[in-house]
């Protein structure tokens, strides 16, 4: 049994940026990219592809929009906040223990005492 307790940090941990580009990002984007530039160009065409690109357009702007509202954005970007001190004291900690021997199964409980200085 191994317990730990935890020292309080000063500042906000900072996550490292990659700047690199995802590769499986850009196999998405381009192709999109190019089919709406086919579809504007065709649009000229014809009449119907017109009412299509303007579709396809909403569609990657809800898209687009829907992705930046990410629910971990804040700590991607930021990191986590620091880490609380375990406050000094002293600690009943409960045990519980189980043990069988594949017919019956055997229960033993006890308290021990932890003083964090």
């Given at each position: 049994m191994v317990i730990?307790?935890?020292?309080?940090?000063?500042?906000q941990a900072r996550l490292e940026r990659?700047?690199?580009?995802?590769?499986?990002?850009w196999a998405f984007l381009l192709?999109?990219?190019?089919?709406?530039?086919g579809l504007a160009w065709a649009a000229r065409r014809r009449a119907w592809l017109s009412r299509l690109s303007l579709l396809a357009l909403l569609g990657l702007v809800t898209v687009l929009g829907a992705t930046a509202?990410?629910?971990?954005?804040?700590?991607y970007n930021n990191g986590p906040p620091a880490n609380p001190a375990t406050?000094?004291?002293?600690y009943t900690v409960f045990i519980t223990a189980q043990s069988s021997n594949?017919?019956?199964?055997?229960t033993n409980s006890t308290t021990m005492a932890l003083t964090v200085q």
């Open positions: 730990g307790t935890q020292f309080g940090s000063q500042g990659h700047s690199r580009s995802n590769p499986v990002a192709p999109g990219a190019f089919s709406l530039g509202c990410a629910p971990r954005y804040y700590y406050p000094a004291g002293t594949g017919v019956t199964a055997i």
